[in-house]
């Protein structure tokens, strides 16, 4: 296609060949799903959660489909930093493009072990800072709700890393604007809206909850709109980037997230239905720019604001 | 492991039956997954491109040649209801062919092969007994409910023609379950490929507590993406959690954790 627009964007520290960046945690680990061939129109990939030591995940049901989405307390299932490092980075590295290594926010003394594991090998792109995930006991997304709480969170990383920065906001949080300004000021280079929505399910046959936690995340579709407003809150809050997650599915959802002012977008659950969603959006948004004659995705950023 | 890696398609119904009561047969026309799919693996199916119903619903290959392959499925909600509803010519969004079936393993497959289907479960084992062939099977046992079954009953005897088969309320074949019509200890050098719901497993698994390595079933997670990506599916075993999806849906019976499985 002669129609196209060049969709790069300097994002929070790194350099995209495209805006669309696959989220945390429904990707596959294996080599074969991080080779280029596998990754047309991906921008950026975010890893599977990762802490300091392995932890085995929630029990019972982790997924159950909801309408237009899908509820999940999977529980960062994850083998731990030594592990990562050791058999994951390898296959990150091949992928071609940035990646940002999704870490669990856990205790101080946690954190500042994990981050030194991965400032002591080469070529990690970045970290996106999760104080957001609604599905474990030690109150990850504790860290998210508060504007105090993710300062604390955003001052220790930042202490312990020197490259580029993302914060993964909760949308739980009921002060999400200032919380996103309070990464802004402990030095975040961007920030994530957002992880899943709390939710829960009832199993009605057998009279109790789906999950062993009742609670879960939601994410798909059916949360656009609300990830949509959070973007457009939190774009008005602060001047660091805005990563617009929640919902995308389609260009135009790329292109709406883009106009309300985020600098990129994570797609996630969709990723369920279409293994090339990365590479249809990227097409759809260059088509449509070039018909628009918005020439690259900084003139789109915040466009539907002005 | 296949060679082909798991895509998503568009693929063509070729045929559609329905085996009466809620049991319905799709033929689909996708090369990519019919020339490549091997018994104990799986499709994720979803009957439209739009966002309700969101996930592919996990679906067993039934056969595979000449560029077709089939599905047999109970209509037990929204997503295989949407399904037995697709008519020769319709779309549908297909990913796979995915997981390690019963021939992806590490050594030679067993010269004499034990084969137990419990309700839908016995889907894969149709494919299994086709690629294995007449000489090494050493049996073939079924068990369904009963009533309302019977055209999937029609459809198993048509398909194996030498199963066993077993129903709960002895309406179908002999009274019983498919576990009924398996040995009771299992000859040197024979295996067991089994798969039906947890509690059939469990108990297949229980009755033969030493043979764990040579007994082989395939298990039912609930799913997201069929890829590995989601987590979603976990099985507890041995080694850990592994996923149903990519490590399985084929496991031996000797490494999974059955008190720690979900029914
Ligand atoms: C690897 C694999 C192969 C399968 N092969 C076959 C097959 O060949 N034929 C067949 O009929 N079914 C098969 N199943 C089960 C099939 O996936 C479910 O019946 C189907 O997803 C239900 O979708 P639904 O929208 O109709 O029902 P839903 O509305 O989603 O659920 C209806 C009922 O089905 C149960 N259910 C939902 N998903 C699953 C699941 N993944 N496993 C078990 N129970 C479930 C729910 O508990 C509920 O009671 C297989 C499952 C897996 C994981
Ligand atoms: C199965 C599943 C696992 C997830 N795991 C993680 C995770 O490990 N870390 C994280 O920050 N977010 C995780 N998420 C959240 C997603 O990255 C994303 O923020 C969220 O799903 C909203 O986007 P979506 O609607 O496009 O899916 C997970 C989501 C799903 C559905
Ligand atoms: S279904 Fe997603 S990892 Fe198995």
């Known amino acids: 296609m002669s129609s196209k627009t060049d969709l790069s964007i300097e994002v929070g520290g790194l350099k995209l060949a495209s805006p669309v960046i696959i989220a945390s945690g429904v990707w596959p680990q294996d080599a074969e799903f991080w080779s280029p061939g596998r990754l047309e129109g991906v921008g950026a990939l975010c890893t599977k959660a990762v802490g300091l030591k392995p932890r085995a995940g929630n029990k019972g049901p982790r997924v159950h489909e909801t309408p237009c989405g899908v509820l999940n307390s999977v529980g960062l299932q994850n083998t731990g930093m030594a592990s990562f490092v050791k058999n994951y980075l390898p296959v990150a590295r091949c992928a071609g493009r940035p990646f940002l290594v999704n870490l669990i926010m856990e205790s101080e003394r946690e954190v500042r072990e994990s981050l030194a594991a991965l400032r002591d090998v080469p070529d990690v792109p970045a970290v996106e800072l999760n104080i957001s995930c609604p599905n474990v006991e030690d109150d990850n997304m504790e860290w998210g709700l508060r504007p105090e709480g993710t300062a604390l969170a955003v001052r220790i990383a930042r202490s312990e890393w020197g490259g580029p920065l993302w914060v993964k906001l909760t949308p739980q949080s009921p002060y999400l604007a200032a919380a996103a300004k309070a990464a802004e000021d402990e030095g975040a280079d961007a920030v994530v809206c957002g992880n899943t929505w709390l939710g829960m399910a009832m199993d009605i046959e057998r009279r109790r909850p789906v999950f062993q936690r009742i609670v879960a995340g939601l994410s798909g579709p059916a949360v656009f709109p609300l990830a949509l407003r959070t973007v457009w809150q939190v774009s008005g809050a602060v001047s660091i980037p805005v990563i617009g997650c929640g919902g995308v599915s389609c260009w135009r959802d790329a292109a709406a997230m883009l106009m309300a002012g985020a600098s990129a977008v994570e797609v996630g659950a969709a990723l369920f239905t279409d293994l090339e969603l990365p590479r249809k959006i990227a097409d759809g948004l260059s088509a449509w720019m070039a018909e628009q004659n918005i020439d690259g995705v900084s003139g789109l950023v915040g466009l539907g604001r002005r | 492991m296949s060679g082909e890696a798991a895509r998503d398609h568009e693929a063509r119904v070729a045929g559609a039956r329905v085996l009466g009561d809620g049991t319905a047969l799709l033929a689909v026309e996708c090369g990519a997954v019919a020339d490549s799919a091997t018994p104990g693996q799986f499709v994720m199916v979803r009957a439209g491109s739009c966002g309700d119903p969101f996930l592919g619903r996990p679906l067993a290959v039934a056969e595979a040649s000449g560029g077709i392959f089939k599905l047999a499925f109970r209509v037990v909600g929204r997503g295989t209801e949407l399904l037995a509803a697709k008519r020769q010519g319709d779309t549908l969004t297909v990913r796979g062919p995915l997981g390690r079936g019963f021939f992806d ?91 039906g719901p947890v509690g059939m497993l469990r108990a297949l698994a229980a009755r033969f507590p030493n043979d764990g390595d040579r007994i082989r079933v395939s298990l039912e997670s609930r799913m997201a993406c069929g890829v590995g990506g989601c987590l979603g599916c976990a099985v507890p075993t041995a080694s850990g959690n592994r996923r149903a999806c990519t490590d399985g849906p084929v496991f031996a019976a000797g490494e999974v954790l059955w008190d720690e499985l979900e029914d």
């Not at chain 2, 084969?115 to 090494?136: D, N, Q, T, Y």
């Not at chain 2, 309320?169 to 050098?189: I, N």
């Open chain 2, 105 to 195: 393993r590490a050594g030679d497959t067993p010269a004499r092969v034990f084969l137990a289907g419990g309700g839908v479960g016995a889907v894969p084992l149709v494919f299994a007994a086709r690629r294995l062939g007449f000489a090494r099977i050493a049996g073939a046992t079924a068990g369904i409910s009963g009533a309302g079954w019977e055209g999937f009953a029609d459809w198993l005897k048509e398909a194996m023609p030498k199963v066993d088969l077993h129903s709960d309320d002895g309406s179908v074949g002999k009274a019983g379950t498919a576990l009924d019509g398996l040995p009771r200890s299992l000859p040197p050098g024979a295996e067991i490929w089994a798969c």
